[in-house]
């Protein structure tokens, strides 16, 4: 079956424009994931999703990024007044449960100019 | 607090010798751990799990790695490794009490060669 697929692969920006990065997880996983990978972070956890509720949004790293999950399905993550710190890949993992294995999507690089 | 450190940033190693890449976690983390692998310009990919039942785990590539309680170790092993095997190894364990989240250690990059 389909995987979980993320769009675009690729994304470059200007400082202080807003961007949105979008997540469609394998059908029938209720548990979504946002996580960051950067050369000087690592692999960090973002936000996640359980059905269209967001219960831990506790590793955003600022007000300016958001997301929404709708229908049980597609999530967006948005970034506002993008920050060249903001640069790195944006990666996107759903499971069929809260613990379980979770399955990556191939990621978003995000470049901030 | 809730860490997983994963102890060599870079392991080189030749072709056919065997590896470890060690792992430990903190005994605040719960004990589902998993070993993800990502191939240069990859996504990452599921190598292994440890959910429950028996302490020793394997890929179907040959890869294999012990639950330790004592230890608070999940270090990964491969008898003999290939070219192919070169990427980036990330040991992982879920939070406890945190909706499944992953908590990764710092990676460490396998590097064979011939």
């Known amino acids: 079956g389909a995987g979980v697929s993320q769009s675009p692969s690729n994304k470059v920006t200007e400082k202080g424009k807003d961007v949105e990065l979008r997540c469609d997880p394998i059908?029938?996983?209720?548990?979504l994931y946002w996580y960051r990978q950067s050369l000087g972070q690592g692999l960090e956890f973002l936000i996640y999703?359980?059905?269209?509720?967001?219960?831990?949004k506790s590793g955003l790293p600022s007000d300016r990024f958001s997301a929404e999950r709708t229908g049980g399905s597609v999530s967006t993550l948005t970034i506002q007044r993008t920050q060249q710190e903001d640069s790195a890949v944006y990666l996107c993992?759903?499971?069929?449960?809260?613990?379980?294995?979770?399955?990556f999507g191939p990621g978003t690089r995000l470049t901030v100019l | 607090a809730q860490s997983v450190t994963q102890l060599d940033s870079q392991v080189p190693v030749f072709e056919e010798a065997p590896v470890e890449l060690r792992c430990n976690y903190s005994?605040?983390?719960?004990?589902?751990l998993f070993w993800y692998v990502q191939y240069p310009n990859q996504g990452l990919q599921l190598l292994l799990k440890?959910?429950?039942?028996?302490?020793l785990v394997e890929s179907i590539n040959g890869f294999e790695a012990e639950f330790n309680k004592s230890q608070t170790s999940f270090h990964l092993r491969k008898p003999s490794v290939h070219i192919s095997d070169t990427a980036e190894y990330f040991c992982?364990?879920?939070?406890?009490?945190?909706?499944?989240?992953?908590?990764f250690g710092q990676g460490t990059e396998l590097s064979v060669k011939p």
């Open positions: 059908s029938g996983h209720t548990a």
């Open positions: 992982a364990a879920i939070g406890s009490n945190q909706g499944g989240k992953l908590i």
């Open positions: 999703f359980q059905g269209n509720s967001a219960p831990d």
């Open positions: 993992a759903s499971s069929p449960s809260g613990y379980n294995e979770q399955f």
């Open positions: 005994s605040s983390v719960s004990v589902y």
């Open positions: 440890y959910l429950s039942g028996s302490t």
